[in-house]
């Protein structure tokens, strides 16, 4: 017999209603719920422990990590009924999106081979790095650079790099984790991107990842990457592809919805940029959010080459 009161207990609130949804349809951690639900991670334990003890999931582990998934029995009369109609009326669409996106980490951190053969020291951040030994030394700005993780990866093969972001706390993060690792050759800055505190001409490559949609004003933020750029210097945009979670303007702070490809070629040439190219990053079909790569050139000219190699050796 089933104990409805302590049922419906269970299910009287929205969040256990929308962790029991996604526990329906993927086995996930509690660090992968906490993004997928945006609770503290207290709470989301506490809220699996209550579902756990009243029959409505299971756990197991797998190596250090420990997976929940819906009983599938959980999903029969009562239960099922109420998560169908609240599915049926669009309130999940936004964790069904996060989900897609929480997995998609997930898989690129550990891909699956295609055939079901293990490849030992298969890594696609080993083989961007190996990529990074083709490159010349450059100058690069890391702009919107957050906690330094891409900088930390682009400096092994740079010149020197600088990371400007306006968050004192990601910058004070971001100073800690290259001091631990040792990297001498990146400094950082805290600054306005659409203001950056760089000189003119100083820079050979500026990168931009998943910056613009964050900003009021993604133009202005391109016309200082134009400035700071020597004659020859180049841009490098990675981006969102325009979508429709709405939830992510209040969620992550994002400013835009992503960007149409030739809204953002456009972007490029009226800051000053030629040779612009855009194209798409991979991803499937149903995925919420694709990425968008774009980059583009600073015409040369004699007067300011020779400035580019007065600064050559300069440092930010």
């Known amino acids: 017999m089933v104990d409805y009161p302590a049922l419906f207990r269970l299910l009287g ?12 349809r993927e086995r996930l951690n ?12 207290s709470g989301v334990s506490r809220h699996l422990r209550l579902m756990r003890s009243g ?20 999903f029969n009369g009562a239960v099922g009924r109420v998560l169908g109609e609240l599915a049926d009326a669009g309130r999940f669409r936004d964790d069904e999106a996060r989900m897609k996106e929480v997995l998609r980490a997930r898989a690129e951190k550990r891909p699956a081979p295609p055939d079901g053969r293990l490849v030992p020291g298969r890594s696609w951040a080993a083989w961007a790095r190996a990529l990074s030994f083709l490159l010349p030394k450059l100058r690069v700005a890391d702009l919107g650079c957050g906690t330094g993780q891409l900088a930390l990866e682009i400096a092994p093969w740079a010149d020197w790099v600088v990371g400007v972001d306006r968050d004192p706390v990601a910058i004070r993060r971001a100073r800690g984790r290259s001091k631990r690792r040792g990297v001498g050759n990146i400094r950082w800055r805290e600054g306005d991107v659409e203001r950056l505190p760089l000189a003119d001409g100083t820079v050979d490559l500026a990168v931009l990842s998943q910056l613009l949609h964050c900003l009021e004003d993604p133009a202005a933020g391109l016309s200082e990457a134009r400035r700071i750029l020597a004659p020859g210097g180049r841009v490098l945009v ?11 303007r209040e969620r992550l702070g994002h400013t835009r919805l992503g960007f149409p490809p ?9 800051a000053g940029f030629e040779r612009v190219r ?4 991979d991803g499937k079909r149903d995925d919420p ?28």
């Open 13 to 24: 609130d929205a969040a256990r209603l929308r962790m029991l949804h996604v526990l329906g």
């Open 262 to 270: 030739a809204e953002l070629k456009e972007l490029l040439q009226r």
């Open 238 to 248: 990675l981006d969102l592809v325009r979508h429709k979670e709405k939830w992510a």
């Open 278 to 281: 855009i194209r798409r990053g």
């Open 55 to 74: 029959g409505l999931i299971d756990e197991d582990r797998d190596g250090p990590w420990t997976f929940y998934r819906s009983r599938a029995d959980a």
């Open 289 to 316: 959010f694709k990425v968008l790569i774009a980059d583009g050139r600073v015409p040369k000219s004699g007067r300011n080459r020779e400035s580019r190699i007065k600064n050559r050796d300069s440092s930010p």
């Open 30 to 41: 509690v660090s992968e719920l906490v993004a997928i639900l945006g609770i503290a991670q």
